[in-house]
């Protein structure tokens, strides 16, 4: 087994982990649930073939749903926000194409970009799970609240984990 492969399969774990058994139950005043299992699809090497990213990402949501009692609510949301994610890349990187080896985080693209991609990617993702998730659109803006406030607090997780072992990848 390669060393990448056992770095993703540990990542998932421990963010499945973390998210299942800490940040299910945190929910402010109804509007914040941070979500951080999407860090996952997002430290995905650029190399990770479609169908791979897109399997990774259901088998993800899957177990999310499975733990979260959420029939295929964070299955939904996670192959969307994988099967934008291509899109997005190319977006942020415009005409210029990224090297092999060079990993989604902020050590090899930057903070500016990184937190673009997260931001773009993980308000995908809230939009798709949270209008699933209340199915009507009588409670738009109420639920518009809860994808922006999640989101602002997913990111906010998300940048504070990628700093926190930015630091401890930098020592070794």
């Not at 999407?38 to 990774?56: A, C, D, K, N, R």
């Not at 299955?75 to 210029?96: E, Q, Y």
Request: glycine fraction near 6%; include cysteine.
């Amino acid at each position: 087994m390669s060393s990448p492969l056992i770095k993703n399969i540990v990542r998932f774990i421990i963010l499945v982990i973390i998210q299942v058994f800490i940040l299910n139950n945190i929910r402010i005043n109804g509007y914040i649930n941070p979500y951080l299992y999407v860090l996952f699809i997002l430290l995905l090497p650029f190399e990770t073939p479609g169908w791979l990213l897109l399997l990774s990402s259901f088998f993800l949501g899957l177990v999310i749903d499975i733990f979260s009692h959420t029939p295929g609510m964070n299955t939904a949301a996670a192959v969307f926000m994988a099967f934008c994610r291509p899109g997005v890349i190319r977006l942020l990187s415009g005409s210029k194409m990224i090297e092999p080896g060079v990993k989604p985080g902020i050590r090899d693209m930057g903070v500016q970009w990184f937190f673009l991609y997260s931001l773009f990617l993980v308000l995908l993702h809230h939009l798709v799970l949270f209008y699933i998730e209340v199915f009507r659109f009588s409670e738009f803006f109420q639920t518009m609240y809860r994808v922006l406030f999640s989101t602002l607090a997913t990111l906010i997780l998300i940048i504070l984990f990628e700093f926190l072992f930015l630091k401890k990848e930098s020592r070794d």
